[in-house]
C-alpha cells in the first residue's frame, strides 16, 4: 500500500512551481461562459464545470509516468485514492493477496493476521467520527456540463444573417452559365482572328453547338502561347480542334486555351464553371500529344497522363452519354479513336486504385446505377483526391468537386481547402457530410497530423463504418476561422483528470446490510459503555460491555466490506481521466475502496479495446478484456514514459455510468467528450481538448460510448470545433528534470 504521500505532496509542489515558470510572460483574454473578462498566462487549462472559470490542467498519472521526465505542456500528480479511510483499512488485510488464485495457503492466512488487529482498532477509532462513504449526488444525476459560450463571428454562417455585417454576402450562391463566354467558330477564322474566336456579343445568330475540347497542360500542351513566347504548342491544338469540330459537324469549339476571361477575376468564376461548359457541348474530345511535339510514346500511356489530373476527370464524367468521346493524337489528325464513356475509364484508369470507384460513377452518370447524394460526394471526394494538379488555389479539390454538384457557393481566395469543402458542403443537401466526418477515426494517425492540406477528406475508418453508417445527432451551424467548424446540439460532458472523486452509487438495501451498518455503529456505543461501566466500578456490565465491542471490533472489516459491497444498481455519472494504464482492480481500488469486479474493460471502445467469448456461463457471452494482454497494445504502454513531445501518449477514461474503463492514444489530454452521431448501436464521442486562447475544441481521438450515456449528458451551445491542432515543431530546448526550479527564461515556451 503507497502511503509516502508528504514526499508525493513535496514532488509535486516542486513540479507546480516548474510548470508557472515555464509558461509565457504575456497574457491572453478569456471570456467565459458568465461574461467575466480574465486575463491569464498560456498554459494547459480546462473549464471548470463548478464555476465556469479556466483551471491549470493537472493530469493524474500512474507511478511509472508520474516518477519520468515530464516531456509534456501540462502538470502532472499522483493518482490518489479518493475512498473513505475506513473503507480502506477494512481492505487491507486483503489488499496484497492476489484474489485470481485458489486456495489458503499457511502463508495468506499469517499475512492476513498480521493486519487484521491493526485494522480493526483503526476502524473502531474510525467510527467515532463521521462514516459517510457516499458521494455527492451533483447535476441532477447528469454528468459534469462543459461551461462554455462561443463569443467569435464565424468566417460563414450556415445563415447569412449570423454573418459579421461586412460579410454577408460571402455565402452567395453563383449561378449557373446557359452558355459559354466565348466560342471558336470555323467559319470566323481571319489572319486577325486565326482561331475564330467571337464573344457573346459578337456571334449574333449564329449556330452555338459546339464540342469541347479536353487536354493537359501539364507534359502534354501549354494553357498559353506568351508563356515561353511560341504559340506553336497552341497552334497545334487549335488545328487539332477544328479537325474535331468538322468531323463532328458542329460549327464551334470550346478550349479553355482561349474561351476563357484574361481578366484574374473573371478567369476565376471561368475556371469553376468548366462543368457547365461540358454538361452543354454536343460531345468531347480528347487532344493528346508530347511535349515538343515528340512521338514516343504510346496513346494509352498519353490516355492514362490525361486522366491523372484534376480537371480532366469531371470533363470524362460529364460528358454526353449518348455521344462516343473522340481522342486525337498531334500528329495523327485524321485518324481519331471513339470509345464510350465506360471504355474510356477502362482505358485511363484501369490501374488506378479507385478504378472501381470511377466505374460507379460512369454507371451513374450514364443512369444505369443510382448513387445517394451522400454516396456520389464520397466517392467522387475519393477519386479526385489520387488526381494530379498545379495549384490555382488551395481550395482547388473542392471547387473541382463543385461542379459536379448543383448549388455552388462563391469561391474566397482566402478559404484553405477544408474551408472551401466546408463552404460546398454547407451549400449543398449532402446528407450532412461534415458532421459525418468528424465522427470518423483516421487508421492512419500519422498521415493525418501530417501536413497534407488535404489531411480532412481522409474517409477511412478505424471501425470500417462507412458516412453513411453514422447518423449525425448534431448540426454546423457555420464555418469557422484556421479550418474550424462550429458546432450545435452536441451532447458534452467535461472530464476530470486532477482526481478521482467520491462516487455516489444505490444498492439494494437488505436486512443483512442493516444489521450490519447498525453494529458497526454499536461498536464505539459499546466501548464508551464499557469504560462507563468500569468507571462506574460496575465489572460484570464492563465485561459484556467490552466482549461485545471486542466481537463486533474483530468483524468490523467483514461488515464494512458487506455493507459497501453488492450489485450496482445506478450511480452519479462521472468521467475520471488520468495517464498511463493500471489493472482494473487497482482503479477500482483508487475510487471505491476494494474491488468486487464493479469495473470492466470496454470492449469495443477505443482503437485499444479488445474483447473475447467468456464461455464459463453463457455460450456466447461477450467480455472486455485488459488490453495490455495484446503484446502490441502492451508496448505501446510500456513507451508512455520515454514518450517524447508531440508522440502519442496513452490514457485511461473511466465512465462511472456506464462502469467501463477504455484505454486509448492522443496527443494531448482531452479535456470534453463530445457525442456528435450513433454508429453500429453505439454513440460516437469525440475526445477534445481545449484551446482556450481562441475557444476551439480540437479531435484528439474518437471512442464509442453505449447510447444511454446520452440520457445523462447535458447538451451545449455552439462550439468552435477543429478536426486538428495546428502542427508545430518539436521544442529546442528541454529542462534536464521535472523538478528542476530554475528560471527559464531562455527554455522552451509552449503555446
Not at 50 to 59: C, F, H
Not at 228 to 254: F, Q, T
Not at 479 to 493: E, N, Q
Not at 625 to 653: I, N, Q
Request: glycine residues 6%.
Amino acid at each position: 500500500m503507497y502511503t509516502n504521500f508528504d514526499e508525493d505532496d513535496k514532488d509535486e509542489t516542486t513540479q507546480d512551481l516548474y510548470a508557472e515558470k515555464r509558461a509565457a510572460r504575456r497574457r491572453v483574454k478569456y471570456l467565459d461562459v458568465f461574461s467575466r473578462k480574465t486575463r491569464e498566462r498560456v498554459e494547459d487549462r480546462y473549464v471548470d464545470p463548478t464555476d465556469g472559470r479556466l483551471g491549470v490542467l493537472v493530469i493524474q498519472a500512474s507511478s511509472s509516468i508520474y516518477n519520468s521526465r515530464n516531456k509534456t505542456t501540462w502538470r502532472r500528480t499522483y493518482i490518489e485514492n479518493v475512498s473513505p479511510y475506513f473503507v480502506r483499512l477494512a481492505y487491507w488485510p486483503m489488499s496484497g493477496i492476489h484474489q485470481g488464485h485458489d486456495g489458503w495457503g499457511r502463508d495468506r492466512w499469517i499475512y492476513v493476521g498480521l493486519r487484521w488487529l491493526p485494522s480493526c482498532i483503526g476502524i473502531l477509532i474510525s467510527m467515532f467520527g463521521p462514516t459517510d462513504a457516499g458521494g455527492q449526488i451533483r447535476n441532477n444525476g447528469f454528468y459534469d456540463p462543459f461551461s462554455y459560450r462561443l463569443w467569435s463571428y464565424p468566417k460563414m454562417a450556415r445563415n447569412v444573417h449570423e454573418n459579421r455585417p461586412s460579410e454577408g454576402e460571402l455565402s452567395r450562391i453563383e449561378d449557373r452559365i446557359i452558355r459559354p463566354r466565348k466560342l471558336c467558330f470555323l467559319d470566323a477564322t481571319s489572319e486577325e482572328n486565326p482561331n475564330g474566336l467571337l464573344t457573346e456579343k459578337e456571334w449574333g445568330d449564329k449556330n452555338l453547338t459546339y464540342i469541347f475540347i479536353s487536354y493537359t497542360g501539364q507534359g502534354q500542351f501549354e494553357r498559353r502561347c506568351e508563356i515561353k513566347g511560341d504559340c506553336r504548342y497552341a497552334e497545334a491544338l487549335h488545328r487539332i480542334a477544328r479537325v474535331a469540330a468538322s468531323n463532328a459537324g458542329v460549327p464551334a469549339y470550346w478550349t479553355d486555351q482561349c474561351c476563357m476571361s484574361t481578366d484574374p477575376e473573371e478567369f476565376s468564376k471561368d475556371i469553376y464553371r468548366i462543368s457547365d461548359v461540358v454538361r452543354n457541348a454536343y460531345s468531347l474530345a480528347i487532344v493528346l500529344g508530347e511535349s515538343g511535339g515528340g512521338k514516343t510514346k504510346q496513346i494509352q500511356e498519353l490516355l492514362v497522363e490525361w486522366g491523372t489530373r484534376l480537371w480532366t476527370f469531371p470533363e470524362a464524367l460529364l460528358a454526353p452519354s449518348k455521344k462516343d468521346i473522340l481522342i486525337y493524337r498531334r500528329g495523327y489528325d485524321n485518324s481519331p479513336l471513339a470509345l464510350s464513356r465506360l471504355e474510356l475509364s477502362h482505358r485511363t484508369w484501369a490501374k488506378d486504385q479507385f478504378r472501381l470507384r470511377v466505374r460507379e460513377l460512369i454507371d451513374h452518370y450514364d443512369n444505369t446505377l443510382t448513387l445517394s447524394r451522400l454516396e456520389l460526394v464520397v466517392i467522387v471526394l475519393e477519386c479526385l483526391l489520387s488526381r494530379e494538379t498545379t495549384i490555382f488555389s488551395e481550395g482547388d479539390l473542392a471547387y473541382a468537386l463543385m461542379g459536379l454538384l448543383r448549388q455552388r457557393p462563391t469561391t474566397d481566395k482566402s478559404d484553405s481547402a477544408f474551408q472551401a469543402f466546408a463552404r460546398l458542403s454547407l451549400a449543398n443537401d449532402s446528407d450532412r457530410l461534415l458532421e459525418r466526418m468528424i465522427c470518423l477515426l483516421p487508421k492512419d494517425q500519422l498521415k493525418f497530423n501530417s501536413r497534407n492540406r488535404h489531411y480532412w477528406a481522409t474517409l477511412d475508418d478505424f471501425w470500417d463504418a462507412k458516412l453513411w453508417d453514422i447518423e449525425p445527432i448534431c448540426q454546423i451551424a457555420a464555418i469557422g476561422m484556421d479550418d474550424t467548424v462550429v458546432l450545435d446540439g452536441a451532447h458534452a460532458a467535461t472530464i476530470h483528470w486532477n482526481s478521482f472523486q467520491r462516487v455516489a452509487i444505490t444498492t439494494k438495501e437488505t436486512w443483512t446490510r442493516m444489521i450490519s451498518r447498525i453494529l458497526l455503529r454499536l461498536t464505539p456505543v459499546y466501548l464508551s459503555s464499557g469504560i462507563i461501566a468500569l468507571l462506574a466500578r460496575s465489572t460484570q456490565a464492563a465485561i459484556i460491555f467490552m466482549v461485545l465491542t471486542g466481537v463486533f471490533m474483530l468483524i468490523s472489516p467483514l461488515l464494512i466490506l458487506h455493507v459497501y459491497s453488492g450489485k450496482v444498481w445506478s450511480t452519479q455519472p462521472w468521467l475520471f481521466g488520468f495517464e498511463g494504464h493500471l489493472p482494473i482492480e487497482e482503479i477500482e481500488r483508487k475510487i471505491f475502496g476494494f474491488p468486487q469486479d464493479r469495473l470492466t474493460w470496454a470492449p469495443y471502445s477505443s482503437t485499444f479495446s479488445r474483447h473475447r467469448p467468456h464461455e464459463s456461463f453463457l455460450k456466447n457471452e461477450c467480455r472486455g478484456m485488459d488490453p495490455t494482454e495484446d503484446a502490441v497494445v502492451k508496448s505501446f504502454v510500456d513507451r508512455g514514459p520515454t514518450a517524447e513531445y508531440g508522440e502519442p501518449r496513452v490514457f485511461t477514461l473511466v465512465d462511472t455510468n456506464t462502469m467501463t474503463a477504455t484505454l486509448f492514444a492522443a496527443e494531448q489530454p482531452p479535456v470534453v467528450a463530445l457525442l456528435c452521431g450513433s454508429e453500429g448501436g453505439m454513440q460516437r464521442a469525440i475526445m477534445c481538448s481545449y484551446h482556450w486562447q481562441t475557444q476551439t475544441l480540437y479531435r484528439e481521438t474518437v471512442l464509442r460510448m453505449e447510447t444511454r450515456v446520452l440520457e445523462k449528458m447535458p447538451r451545449v451551445g455552439r462550439v468552435s470545433f477543429g478536426l486538428r491542432r495546428n502542427v508545430q515543431g518539436k521544442p529546442e530546448t528541454w529542462p534536464s528534470s521535472s523538478l528542476e526550479t530554475t528560471d527559464l527564461a531562455e527554455g522552451p515556451m509552449w503555446v
